[in-house]
């Protein structure tokens, strides 16, 4: 079993024991998509959809979201999230919905969990509020886009590095 740090030495699920880590400033971002039809994201961008604004109450279930994940996926660790931006936005060429979530820590573990959590968090919101008018939307592109911090440093996908700047825009 070396080399796999979620389990002991019976290969059975243990939560990875985090004590001696250095606490250090963390970051990670995550991005997806709700893709659905052009006339279902007409009635988000005009916020006519009948349960209310799509993209606020979607950005606020992504905080939530991320602030729940210790709760639901089981070997993540209770964090102490020092912050959460979340940007919802239109795009028309795709006809979806986009979602970037940035979530940061000071702390012995990163939060990556956390980002994804608030992307899907966040998608599943978005498929909620519209599933009356569009039952085929397709929830997709779930993905972590960057990661800083920790013994593994800085991670941005395609291995591009950024200025550290990326404020969820990428």
Same mark, same amino acid.
């Given at each position: ?10 290969? #059975?699920? #243990?939560? $990875?024991? +985090?004590?001696?880590?250095? &606490?250090?400033?963390?970051? *990670? ?6 893709? %659905? ?11 006519? %959809? ?5 993209? !606020? $109450?979607?950005?606020? !279930? !992504? &905080?939530? @979201? *991320?602030?729940?994940?210790?709760? /639901? /996926? ?6 102490? /999230?020092?912050? &959460?931006d979340m940007k919802l936005e239109i ?5 979806? +919905?986009?979602?970037? *979530? ?7 573990? @990163? +939060?990556? %969990? ?8 966040? *998608?599943?919101? +978005?498929?909620? %509020? ?7 939307m397709v929830i997709g592109d779930i993905?972590? &886009? ?11 996908? !395609?291995? $591009? ?7 969820? #825009?990428?």
């Amino acid at each position: 079993m070396d080399g796999l740090t979620h389990l002991n030495d019976q290969g #059975r699920a #243990r939560m $990875v024991d +985090v004590g001696d880590k250095d &606490i250090t400033d963390r970051r *990670a971002v995550a991005r997806g998509r709700v893709y %659905m039809k052009p006339g279902t994201l007409e009635l988000v961008e005009k916020g006519d %959809m009948k349960k209310g604004d799509v993209l !606020g $109450v979607a950005q606020v !279930g !992504g &905080i939530m @979201g *991320a602030k729940q994940t210790p709760n /639901i /996926i089981p070997m993540c660790h209770p964090l102490s /999230i020092s912050g &959460i931006d979340m940007k919802l936005e239109i795009n028309r060429e795709l006809t979806a +919905v986009e979602i970037k *979530a940035e979530v940061s820590v000071s702390g012995k573990t @990163g +939060v990556e %969990m956390e980002a994804l959590t608030a992307v899907a968090v966040a *998608a599943l919101t +978005v498929y909620d %509020m519209c599933k009356a008018v569009d039952k085929e939307m397709v929830i997709g592109d779930i993905e972590l &886009i960057e990661k800083r911090g920790g013994k593994s440093g800085h991670y941005l996908k !395609g291995g $591009v590095k950024s200025d550290g700047n990326s404020n969820c #825009r990428q």
